[in-house]
């Protein structure tokens, strides 16, 4: 049987104090495991640096530019149906005024546009009157669109009553920020791609006996409009 020397004794003692002391104190100090501790010097050569991670694209709210484009493809598509868009729709009555941006006039009715230019993700509440943003890793709250939407249908329509204009009043809302993604969402909410896909398919809007052009040059003097209706 082979002899241990005392140099290999020696070696075998001070790899006992390295695993049992020395290793852990690195381990608390670095957070890297044992086997990244031992191994982790002897990389390949010619494998690389660590691939970076890459980030999520920042985000941004909506801007002039995306309201300005949403309105101009509005009056182009209501144009070949034969509707009008009544833009800016500034009703003032009883001390309040309109922040809807726009009215869409149809046979069927008028539809005040009230347009957000919130991105990221967009979440309905059902247990508050605010909804939540997440961007950029941010959470933000504003409030609940739908009651936003009916505390100006509720007024506009009185309005249009006390100016003799004889059309039932629907207000919806629009998301033009083209990051927007709404989750968990009620009805009569839509991104600005969505809302064309509506006025395109929805037959129901082409169903009345409304006088559109009437309607329309009559909502224009109610909003202070000058200049004729697109």
């Given amino acids: 049987m082979q002899k241990i020397s005392p140099g290999q004794i020696a070696f075998v003692l001070l790899m006992a104090v390295l695993l049992m002391f020395v290793l852990p104190i690195l381990q608390s100090k670095t957070g890297k495991s044992l086997s990244q501790i031992l191994f982790g010097t002897f990389k390949k050569k010619g494998s690389g640096p660590d691939p970076v991670p890459t980030k999520e694209p920042r985000l941004r709210n909506g801007s002039r530019d995306d309201l300005t484009v949403f309105l101009s493809k509005l009056i182009r598509s209501a144009k070949k149906r034969g509707m009008q868009v009544v833009a800016p729709a500034s009703v003032s009555y009883k001390g309040k005024k309109s922040r809807v941006i726009a009215f869409l006039v149809h046979k069927s009715g008028v539809t005040g546009l009230y347009c957000l230019g919130y991105g990221g993700t967009i979440t309905a509440s059902d247990s508050s009157r605010s909804w939540k943003q997440h961007m950029n890793g941010r959470d933000i709250s504003f409030p609940d669109p739908l009651a936003a939407c009916e505390e100006q249908r509720a007024f506009i329509q009185e309005a249009m009553t006390q100016a003799g204009i004889k059309a039932e009043l629907d207000v919806v809302t629009v998301f033009t920020n083209p990051s927007a ?40 003097k109610l909003s202070g409009i000058n200049k004729k209706t697109h």
Avoid: C, M, W
Avoid at 191 to 216: C, K, M, P, W
């Fill in 181 to 220: 993604v709404i989750e968990h969402r009620p009805q009569r909410i839509y991104r600005s791609n969505e809302f064309f896909d509506y006025i395109e398919q929805v037959s129901a809007l082409g169903n009345g006996d409304l006088n559109v052009e009437e309607t329309a040059k009559a909502l224009a």
